[in-house]
């Protein structure tokens, strides 16, 4: 089931269910779709309304600025543990991690950048990289 905003020649918006988004599409070049406020025919899909949401959106605005701080120390927290537990290479990142990928006894963790290039050479390779955002201490 798929819910649609729907809203008539008439401005009129409404919600209606359907089993998929083809229905959809069927129902209304069949004109079996009308408006419930005025029967209008004219039907298009609308973007949610933002009145939806207006009466909590004081509350939204605290929860997801909360939220941003923690993942934000997380964030810090895990560059923190790269920084301690991992070897910084500055340059050549992806032939660094290539060689000790290559050697089965060298084990080193390792972390440097890459281009989105170079990461799906590697992957191509079978070297899975993890990659995290990497946030700024400071601001
Ligand atoms: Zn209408």
Redesign the pocket.
């Known amino acids: 089931m798929i819910k649609y905003n729907l809203i ?1 020649a ?1 401005k ?1 918006e409404f919600e209606s269910w359907f089993s998929n988004s083809k229905e959809f599409d069927k129902l209304k070049n069949k004109k079996l779709l009308e ?1 419930i ?2 029967s ?1 025919k004219k039907i298009d899909k609308s973007i949610m309304s933002p009145k939806v949401l207006n009466s909590s959106k004081a509350e939204l605005d605290s929860k997801s600025l909360d939220d941003f701080k923690k993942i934000k120390k997380d964030l810090i927290n895990l560059r923190k543990f790269v920084e301690s537990n991992f070897e910084y290479v500055e340059k050549n990142f992806p032939e660094k991690v290539r060689e000790i990928y290559y050697d089965k006894n060298d084990k080193k963790n390792i972390f440097g950048k890459t281009t989105e290039k170079e990461r799906e050479e590697l992957r191509e390779e079978g070297i899975d990289l993890v990659s995290i955002p990497w946030i700024e201490k400071e601001n």
């Open positions: 008539c008439n009129h408006c406020y005025c209008n």
